[in-house]
């Protein structure tokens, strides 16, 4: 079988298999973390939490959190901890009863063939796992044992409701189907339909669908407030142009989600070189409902500075070939060049904007020598 490394295309990143790689790819700047990794996977430390007690009031996501083989000592255990109790309890009915002790033919006991706290035990298996060999049973001697009966199995029921439940749910979530959902290496710069947009590209590698799938980014950054508060990890929403313009995106091929860089963006006073000097990380969350079981997943990933390239944008992905459309995924972060204004979106509208600076292009063209655009001197 091919390993996962082989699979993979270089160019785009699996959300959840880069958790294999020992080296990462993006290193951030120096004294800087970041807030969410190329994977997903969120890098805070949750510490000095001094009321441990809530999590027990709910168990079962504790018991879901938790990694396999806690999960599974725990299963484990909770079965012997409860054969060993009503084993102890099955032992104090028969001993109470006198029937670990020799009686004649004509005794009844309350639970046949229990001689000793090993029988007791075995009897309690028996009970609750539904065995049930043969040789040992309850009889109407003893009113308490067929209570004890009733509680056995309504116990025992219940940890089988519990344990096969959490394994069920630690088997089929939704992160697994997060894996074969990706995101390009590089957020991209450049102009599109007359506008300074920021852009990544979302894949789904699988035929079956992300129903209602939804793309939202925030950008995260170090800001302070007029008062003086420092803000460390100040979340800022950013608007999307959605490609199919509805609220869900319809994921059956690669798709291109942009961000028009305007006003109201918190992307519109950075420039060229102001993005890398600017220790920002863009967010993207991708959610929607997994359209074979129901369930809904998320997919995260982030850009920092230095995974943001100016002035490039994406190749198409998509041909049709023999009456139907075909992806070829070993094109999904590649990117080419594009003249791109080096300023600000600010400073861009303030100079006239973008059909400013395509004249300015035509005029370079006709010449043919350099002319810069006047935001950029």
């Not at 394994?167 to 290496?185: G, P």
């Not at 590089?186 to 979302?202: G, P, Q, Y």
Request: net charge neutral; proline share 3%.
């Amino acid at each position: 079988m091919l390993s996962r490394k082989g699979l993979i295309p270089e160019d785009y990143l699996l959300t959840r298999l880069a958790e294999d790689v020992l080296q990462p790819k993006f290193k951030a700047k120096p004294g800087k973390a970041r807030f969410v990794a190329k994977n997903g996977t969120c890098n805070v430390a949750h510490t000095n939490i001094r009321e441990q007690g809530r999590f027990l009031q709910d168990v079962f996501t504790t018991l879901v959190d938790l990694k396999w083989l806690h999960t599974l000592i725990i299963f484990t255990m909770s079965f012997l901890c409860s054969w060993l109790l009503f084993g102890m309890i099955w032992w104090l009915v028969a001993f109470a009863h006198g029937d670990l002790d020799q009686r004649g033919d004509d005794f009844v006991p309350c639970v046949t063939d229990i001689h000793s706290f090993s029988s007791a035990f075995l009897f309690s298996i028996e009970v609750q796992v539904t065995i049930g060999f043969g040789g040992r049973m309850v009889t109407e001697e003893c009113v308490s044992a067929i209570i004890i009966l009733i509680v056995q199995n309504i116990v025992g029921l219940v940890i089988n409701a519990i344990m096969l439940g959490c394994i069920f749910m630690k088997t089929a979530q939704a992160n697994r189907r997060a894996e074969t959902l990706i995101f390009s290496k590089h957020a991209v710069i450049s102009v599109r339909n007359n506008k300074l947009c920021f852009m990544i590209r979302i894949g789904d590698l699988r035929k079956s669908m992300i129903i209602s799938a939804t793309v939202r980014m925030q950008v995260v950054r170090r800001t302070t407030t007029e008062e003086g508060e420092v803000v460390p990890l100040d979340q800022i929403d950013i608007h999307m142009d959605n490609p199919v313009g509805t609220n869900g995106v319809f994921l059956v091929s690669p798709l291109i989600i942009c961000h028009v860089i305007d006003k109201d963006s918190p992307l519109y006073e950075l420039s060229a070189s102001d993005l890398q000097h600017e220790d920002i990380e863009v967010i993207v969350v991708l959610e929607g409902v997994v359209e074979t079981t129901g369930i809904t997943t998320q997919a995260r990933t982030s850009y920092v500075s230095e995974e943001i390239l100016w002035g490039q944008r994406f190749v198409p992905t998509v041909s049709e070939e023999d009456g139907m459309y075909a992806v070829d995924y070993s094109k999904f972060g590649n990117t080419v060049k594009v003249p791109t204004p080096c300023c600000s979106a600010k400073k861009l509208d303030q100079a006239g904007g973008i059909a400013q600076f395509k004249l300015n292009e035509e005029i370079c063209k006709k010449n043919q020598k350099q002319i810069r655009h006047p935001c950029c001197q």
